[in-house]
């Protein structure tokens, strides 16, 4: 398998929900904009938001399998993707891109 770089490009935010629905945390998200990530195969990277990695684990294991061309003609760079997390309340996309060794 091979090696994917993660790179946060974007953190937003909607505060309006967070204020109406969610209950107060202290760290609800520890990542930040221009962090990178790199993954050898399947292995989350220490770090690591668990829920981000859920949701970037089949993106992540397309491309560290030689898959290509996700999105179906997208992606400028067919060995990549851009994939946010699933956190309704602060949503971080992530550029994913597989590593040529």
Known sequence: M????ITVM???TYPELSARY???LEHPCDMAVG???ETEGLEK???FCES??????PFVM???CGGSDIYQGWMKNKRSAMVSCNDGFR?????LEAIDA
Request: no cysteine; charged share 15%; glycine share 6%.
């Open 2 to 5: 091979g090696r994917v770089r």
């Open 10 to 12: 974007r953190i937003t």
């Open 22 to 24: 969610e209950n107060p």
């Open 35 to 37: 962090q990178v990530f």
């Open 45 to 47: 990277p220490a770090g």
């Open 52 to 57: 981000a990695w859920q949701t970037l684990l």
């Open 62 to 64: 397309t491309l560290s």
């Open 91 to 95: 949503p971080v996309s992530f550029y």
